[in-house]
């Protein structure tokens, strides 16, 4: 079901926080190293193949060895599922996470594939998440610059920014990853009219 969201009909408390983006069975995870407060520090983002939706993020020390748990735990509420198959490097943080949150426990739970043997030119690849770390983070890397904090809400507007208001090249029709995932934002500015969707709803 698409939800529209319009800018002067903002939605309930139960819908703005409750917006279920209608993604797809494979998503990607993959890390990029930044800087706050002059300290190198890591951006780990979860991003659906299909729609190229943002699903979440965390920001942590280590590239390897720190624990993503919180940021796959994430992932499964914001999407109110988890997928069939998550594509990522060698890592053993995203095995772990992948393991501790998405494999199937029992025969009842849905089962679950984790593709870590990637390549740039073979059968699996992570060419979706370089092009994403390029396109919304490299290329917005002096409005990270200034980051003095790890929840820093430049991160949270440049994931609202990718999803909501920037059209994907490679989506048809100009589409939004929100609007591929089903929700659509109406209005010129999609931004204040997040925002405002977002104040209401805490009145």
């Known amino acids: 079901m698409n939800l529209q969201i319009a800018p002067r009909n903002a939605p309930s408390k139960k819908l703005c926080f409750k917006w279920l983006p209608q993604v797809g069975e494979a998503w990607r995870t993959d890390e990029l190293h930044l800087k706050i407060r002059g300290n190198k520090r890591y951006l780990f983002a979860m991003l659906d193949s299909e729609t190229r939706f943002w699903i979440a993020k965390m920001v942590a020390e280590h590239k390897g060895t720190d624990d993503v748990r919180p940021m796959f735990k994430q992932a499964k509420k914001v999407a109110g599922k988890i997928p069939t198959t998550l594509i990522s490097d060698k890592a053993a943080n995203f095995h772990e996470a992948w393991k ?6 029992n025969f009842l739970h849905k089962d679950t594939w984790h593709v870590n043997e990637v390549a740039f030119d073979g059968i699996y690849h992570n060419n979706q998440m370089e092009s994403f770390n390029g396109a919304t983070l490299r ?3 002096k409005v990270t610059r200034g980051l003095k904090r790890e929840d820093s809400g430049i991160i949270t507007g440049l994931r609202l920014y990718h999803n909501f208001v920037r059209p994907h090249l490679e989506l048809p029709d100009g589409l939004t990853p929100a609007e591929a995932a089903g929700i659509t934002i109406e209005g010129d500015n999609k ?4 925002i405002r969707a977002a104040a209401k709803s805490q009145d």
């Open 191 to 194: 931004i204040l009219t997040i």
């Open 139 to 141: 290329h917005r890397e």
């Open 100 to 105: 501790q949150q998405y494999r199937a426990k």
